[in-house]
């Protein structure tokens, strides 16, 4: 059975305990998401287990958005434009970003933070 939008959201935030997600914009995406679930997925296993990252990725906002109203201050420092590497595969954008990451001038995403872009 494919859960809507706001069981999905009911989840996150009973994982949480938090129900401020920001500012508006977020939410038509999810709706789309969730429309997409039954279309694209025949079974049930594959629909549960999008579920359960639909309702990771939202509690992990909920624990962003959490972090900027406690430490807003500190992400207020400006932000240079990124540099961003694109390319096929096997053209060697993965090397590229590893050379680049040697460079103190730049300041590489790191694993961690892209798995769990908490502080």
């Known amino acids: 059975m494919v859960a809507t939008a706001d069981e999905l959201i009911a989840r996150a935030t009973a994982r ?3 129900t401020d997600f920001g500012p508006d914009g ?3 995406g999810l709706d789309q998401m969730v429309a997409a679930i039954e279309v694209d997925l025949a079974a049930d296993d594959e629909i549960e287990r999008v579920q359960d990252i639909l309702a990771a990725k939202l509690a992990t906002r909920l624990e962003i958005e959490r972090w900027y109203s406690e430490h807003g201050d500190e992400a207020s420092h400006p932000v240079e434009g990124p540099l961003v590497i694109m390319g096929l595969p096997r053209t060697a954008t993965t090397a590229t970003h590893h050379m ?3 460079d103190p001038q730049l ?3 790191r694993t961690w933070e892209r798995d769990q ?3």
């Open 100 to 102: 680049l990451s040697l």
């Open 117 to 119: 872009p908490l502080p």
């Open 16 to 18: 949480t305990g938090l």
């Open 107 to 109: 300041r590489y995403l």
């Open 26 to 28: 977020w939410r038509e």
